[in-house]
């Protein structure tokens, strides 16, 4: 049985490339660099700065500018936090049926808060989710277990009647770390470099509406 629903925010419950990538092409265009397509950039969406600035700079964390570049890009995209930002077509509807049928549903994020809590608030579900559990609320994201159970403990759900939704491999491994099962978002950001397959979830929805045939609804 299936008390709730958590979900991983970028790549998704929210649709967060087209500001992600607009924040990086704003900073290449700062540092004489042309504009990058929203299809190239859109694969590294939820591998957070490290991947953005990898596609962008084509810089890894060991480089001695990248710090320098991350604090830049991270001002420049929270000043365009939800300009161009959606929820995934039919996550609505399935909100609202999670809803009616009295399921609570959360949110587990690597995104830190100072970007979570406000996007949250402008698309209208900081008051609907359960628990909103950021990048910095506990000492350890995403792969470690920690902010799956701090949901868990928010909600008042054990993990294995829990499920979990993400479209990157850290997504699974802290779901299952947890005692949690876990399905891939296959709509979400999967980059040809990755292979969910091998991730080991124990399940793949093509759209946020397939999760209700997997809850039995």
């Known amino acids: 049985m299936v008390n709730a629903v958590l ?7 929210v649709d ?10 704003q900073q290449r265009q700062m540092h004489g660099l042309p504009e990058m397509p929203l299809e190239l950039i ?11 600035l990898q596609i962008g700079f084509a810089i890894s964390p060991n480089h001695p500018a990248f710090e320098d570049l991350r604090s830049e890009y991270l001002e420049l995209y929270e000043q365009n936090l939800n300009q161009f930002s959606t929820l995934f077509p039919g ?5 609202d049926e999670l ?28 008051d609907r989710a359960a628990t909103v559990i950021s990048g910095d609320t506990c000492a350890h994201p995403k792969p470690h277990p920690e902010p799956m159970l701090a949901a868990c403990r928010a909600i008042g759900v054990l993990p294995a009647t829990c499920v979990y939704i993400g479209d990157a491999e850290r ?18 950001y999967i980059g040809p470099q990755d292979n969910p397959l091998e991730w080991g979830a124990d399940g793949f929805i093509q759209s946020p509406t397939a999760l209700l045939e997997y809850l039995g609804y």
């Open 7 to 13: 979900f991983d925010l970028d790549g998704t419950l």
């Open 16 to 25: 967060t490339a087209p500001d992600l990538s607009y924040a990086l092409n």
């Open 42 to 52: 859109r694969p590294y969406a939820s591998h957070g700065t490290v991947g953005l």
């Open 91 to 95: 996550m609505m509807e399935l909100l």
């Open 99 to 126: 809803e009616i049928r009295g399921l609570p549903w959360g949110i587990v994020t690597n995104k830190p808060a100072r970007f979570t809590d406000p996007l949250l608030a402008q698309l209208g579900l900081d």
């Open 171 to 188: 997504d699974v491994e802290a779901a299952h770390a947890s005692g949690m099962p876990a399905l891939v978002a296959e709509y979400g």
